[in-house]
């Protein structure tokens, strides 16, 4: 944990001085909480796995949870690929989401929150792993999520002065992000409902048509901040953000 202690003490002055002078400032986290790593010496009664993996068990979703509460503001966590991956304690995508759920003090999968006068933070968390079609590691947003945020976007016009960032773990196609070609692409866990067929069109869409929405942050690619094609405008409004280069990507947002 001792990169991560370091990349909060990169935080920390920019929390303090946004609470320092009463601006309303929350955590999200871009998801994959955990590593596909073994995980030893835990205690599954009977099971007693060999090689149980860490990322998606109620021991990776607790130390997470520990560690975005450490920084003293309100955090807000949208699930990743490997959130929902603790295939050795839990027997269903079901009962991992309902762990996920409760450690993190979250009613559903999506959240929603107004940081500032008609400005919302807007997250889509992936609810599938076992019982993906195609690969597990698909980032997949239900039709619920789908319908939910839709009807977000149509009740928080432009027009009225709204604004809403959105964060999920991979980006939506037509973001303009670049991607690995030999890793994610080829395996269908790019985008967002990467073989959703109309569901994997219907976030960009969104966006085309939706001025409210102005920004969209994920993750997921492993890629450093280095790359000129990390926040490009496709639609000409909306920014397209690529952040982290590991698990756990933060996003501190401060809004007076």
Request: hydrophobic fraction near 35%; include cysteine.
């Amino acid at each position: 944990m001792e990169d991560y202690y370091e990349g909060r003490s990169h935080f920390e002055p920019i929390v303090e001085d946004a609470t320092s002078r009463g601006v309303s400032t929350t955590l999200v986290s871009l998801g994959d909480l955990g590593e596909s790593k073994p995980l030893k010496d835990l205690d599954w009664g009977a099971r007693q796995p060999q090689s149980e993996l860490f990322a998606g068990t109620t021991q990776c979703h607790e130390l997470a949870s520990e560690y975005l509460g450490s920084f003293g503001i309100p955090y807000e966590v949208v699930g990743g690929n490997h959130d929902l991956e603790g295939i050795d304690e839990f027997a269903t995508d079901k009962e991992n989401i309902e762990a996920y759920l409760r450690i993190h003090n979250k009613p559903s999968p999506q959240f929603i929150r107004e940081i500032a006068d008609k400005t919302l933070l807007v997250g889509l968390g992936s609810t599938v792993f076992r019982d993906a079609k195609y690969t597990s590691h698909e980032v997949t947003i239900d039709d619920e999520q789908l319908a939910w945020f839709e009807d977000t976007v149509k009740k928080h016009p432009a027009e009225e002065g709204w604004k809403i960032f959105v964060f999920t773990h991979a980006p939506p196609i037509g973001s303009g992000l670049r991607v690995l070609q030999e890793n994610h692409v080829v395996n269908g866990c790019c985008w967002l409902n990467h073989s959703g067929g109309a569901s994997t069109r219907k976030f960009i869409e969104l966006v085309r048509k939706y001025r409210c929405i102005k920004a969209w942050f994920s993750g997921h690619f492993h890629l450093g901040q280095d790359y000129q094609v990390r926040v490009p405008f496709p639609r000409g409004e909306c920014m397209f953000g690529r952040r982290g280069l590991d698990h756990l990507t933060l996003q501190c947002c401060c809004c007076s």
